[in-house]
């Protein structure tokens, strides 16, 4: 596998990336991007379609593009580029010299379902460190998939990719139109809702989180939508001793995820 050597902010490849910043484009491609020899690395042995790899002139003798040239059956476009070009498309403070192009893997609610039908719904949560936290949190526990309502920051945004430390490539996510659809949906399968929510009278290692379980997560500054808060099947508190009105949505969001590990696992 040959590499193609780019010099030029007009190239189309350069403004692909560049374009990829912007969440619209994202979405008309259905493609995304990740920066670090981590991130790479982790793609290629997931198994995720890799459209490109951009590299800097500095990074030129990595391991991993012996690695790359290897296996010419992945297909994948190279691109060598001085490392000003690379720091003009990356989306970090520091570049580390290395990017791919990744073709998203889209889903939707029916292809979660699994024995476990264990989900995070995240309602409304806008911040990408939040949201990357959430998805790398259920990953880790082994949860059936992240349901996402519409107001939802893109899972694919460049701060929350970095912020799910790789695990965007494993934890399946699928965003959801309606809410109110998504809990008919849910509740036709037996799946209950519960949302964690200050004035629960569930405290949260009081409830059946084993299998069959959808937890909702609220927004950082409103908590969980009412319709949510209407039809879950239950408000679960996590009980406070200090001065704190609220903690963290991420925070919650793995006090309950691994209470449901808990409950499944014998330790």
Do not use: W
């Not at 010419?72 to 570049?95: A, E, G, Q, R, V």
């Not at 949860?143 to 460049?158: E, K």
């Not at 964690?196 to 609220?218: E, N, P, T």
């Amino acid at each position: 596998m040959d590499f193609q050597h780019i010099t030029s902010e007009s190239n189309i490849n350069i403004k692909e990336v560049r374009s990829l910043h912007k969440k619209k484009y994202r979405e008309k491609t259905s493609l995304f991007f990740v920066e670090g020899l981590k991130f790479v690395m982790d793609a290629f042995f997931s198994g995720v379609k890799i459209k490109s790899v951009f590299y800097s002139e500095s990074f030129a003798e990595s391991k991993l593009l012996n690695h790359i040239k290897s296996h010419k059956k992945y297909n994948i476009s190279l691109f060598k580029i001085p490392d000003k070009l690379f720091t003009y498309i990356s989306d970090t403070d520091n570049p580390q010299g290395i990017l791919a192009v990744i073709k998203m893997k889209k889903y939707v609610l029916y292809d979660l379902f699994d024995n476990t039908n264990l989900f995070v719904i995240a309602d409304s949560i806008r911040d990408p460190g939040n949201m990357g936290t959430i998805l790398r949190t259920a990953e880790a526990a082994g949860f059936s998939g992240v349901l996402l309502t519409p107001a939802c920051v893109d899972i694919y945004n460049p701060k929350v990719v970095r912020a799910t430390a790789g695990s965007i490539f494993h934890i399946p996510s699928a965003y959801c139109s309606s809410v109110t659809d998504l809990i008919l949906r849910l509740k036709s399968r037996g799946i209950k809702i519960y949302a964690s929510h200050a004035k629960g009278k569930i405290r949260y290692f009081d409830a059946d989180m084993k299998k069959d379980v959808a937890i909702v997560i609220g927004n950082e500054a409103d908590g969980i939508s009412r319709i949510i808060k209407e039809e879950a099947d239950m408000l679960v508190k996590i009980p406070m001793e200090g001065r704190a009105e609220s903690l963290n949505a991420s925070i919650a969001a793995g006090i309950m995820i691994y209470e449901s590990l808990r409950q499944r696992k014998s330790f």
